[in-house]
């Protein structure tokens, strides 16, 4: 099993800047790509960024190419996730998840039910 717990949400005004942060404990030669979600209320959970096992060629959704960068710190166990030019519409819980494919492509990165680990989610707010 690999855990993930994220931190680093809050609230912000429009045009801040948060990181956000996914610590990976347990099983973590477990987990290859990794990416990050979000999901607003009655809203169904969007894919955010993702990230290949080496740091390769990271993918983005469209809503948050340039804005949001994800990196990822192997040695740490740690993604992490920048998000500049922040706006209303990016108020969600930001989730972080594992998977145990080493994802490489758009198509895959972005599937939510390719990955196999969650954390418990942390809170964006962006005020108008």
């Known amino acids: 099993q690999v855990q993930l717990v994220e931190s680093g949400g809050g609230l912000v005004q429009a045009g801040g800047s948060l990181r956000l942060s996914c610590a990976a404990s347990g099983r973590t030669f477990s987990a290859n790509a990794m990416g990050w979600f979000r999901q607003a209320p009655g809203k169904e959970r969007e894919f955010v960024a993702g990230?290949?096992?080496?740091?390769?060629?990271?993918y983005y959704a469209d809503s948050v190419k340039g804005r949001f960068t994800i990196s990822r710190d192997n040695a740490q166990n740690t993604v992490y996730l920048q998000m500049n030019s922040l706006k209303p519409e990016d108020t969600a819980v930001y989730y972080c998840?594992?998977?145990?494919?080493?994802?490489?492509?758009?198509?895959?990165?972005?599937?939510?039910?390719?990955?196999?680990?969650w954390g418990q989610g942390t809170q964006v707010t962006v005020s108008s």
């Open positions: 998840a594992a998977s145990k494919w080493d994802l490489l492509s758009y198509n895959s990165i972005r599937s939510v039910g390719l990955y196999d680990y």
């Open positions: 990230i290949p096992w080496n740091g390769g060629i990271p």
